[in-house]
């Protein structure tokens, strides 16, 4: 049995950090599949999804290690060409990666205690995102 | 209702990047399924998979920031070991990650406008390549 | 059809990487499932899950490649808050990703000849660590 079901928010970009663990396990919860996995993807070439635990420091410090690793003050040659502005925002999605699956059994996502679902927008202004859910089981 | 595929595709190693969307397109078509999930794997462990805008601004800009973030020219206990002079090529590979999964509904993948899938081989030299592709779906 | 299993393992912490090949492929010989996905989730926010070719050397580089890139001896807010003194392990959790994919026909995984699947345990002290496996298939 497969459902698609679509999360839609809003972010401010810049390396903004949305915990979407309450809409993805609002959207399960619409569904009768008592076991199985959450296939999770966004799509758009500036932002990606992973999971932390959702405490203003840890975020605060990852959105630090993307400064460090992937700066956004250095020239890129997407932004040379297209004058965009945002080819750190391309490079670090394409870094952390679009794609994430979660398990569930007994209508219950396998997550860890701290553990949430995010999506990171790397986008130099706010945008609005639609991510795919897929739950497929049982 | 499941499909494997094969996608076979030759790279020039050194961080070449190759866009597979056409492929995965093709191959998604020849299928009857109409929604699920493409599954991605690359086989191997000096190549990753993702997605990128794929323009060449931006592939240069990802092939940086390897190359600032796990260089060639440092010492590696691999190379030291084996002589095989791909280290960076193994550590970039189990950074960036070897599979990917994109939605699909209506035979059309979730892929935004702007957003491709991509085959990045950090290998030392050209390389034949094999990506398992597995259609779930209904 | 879906089967759900538990790898339970127990890491050194400190960036050690387990090698769970083994049990991966011994969860999947214990199901009547011929083809299908291995699906791998690591529960909680300081461990994460790729593949490597697991040899010593290129153990020891990926371990420096995380020293390197998100360091344990930089100030973290996480730390400053909390004094659980693993920001950096959540960071690099959170930047490799919980989850991956393994396809497999003929009840063989579709790994490449030198790649194994790991875990990769970030957290600054041992643990015992339950990866999530779900094989879906027929």
């Known amino acids: 049995m497969i459902v698609t079901k679509q999360i839609s928010l809003k972010t401010q970009g810049n390396c903004d950090i949305v915990d979407i663990t309450p809409q993805v396990e609002q959207k399960l919860a619409e569904t ?3 076991s199985g ?3 999770l993807f966004i799509a758009g070439s500036t932002a990606g999804i992973s999971t932390i ?3 203003s420091g840890l975020v605060a410090d990852f959105q630090r290690m993307w400064e460090r690793n992937v700066p956004q ?3 890129y ?3 040379r060409r297209w004058g965009d502005g945002n080819g750190h925002a391309h490079v670090r999605a394409s870094l952390l990666g679009a794609s994430l699956v979660v398990p569930f059994t ?3 996502l396998s997550l860890g205690t701290w553990q949430q679902i995010i999506v990171v927008d790397f986008d130099n202004r706010p ?3 639609q991510v795919v859910m897929q739950i497929m089981g049982e």
Request: proline share 5%; net charge negative; aromatic share 4%.
């Open 127 to 129: 945008r609005s995102r």
């Open 37 to 39: 996995t959450a296939i």
């Open 73 to 75: 003050g250095i020239p």
């Open 77 to 79: 040659d997407h932004d």
């Open 53 to 55: 635990e959702y405490e």
């Open 32 to 34: 009768e599949i008592n």
């Open 106 to 108: 007994g209508r219950r």
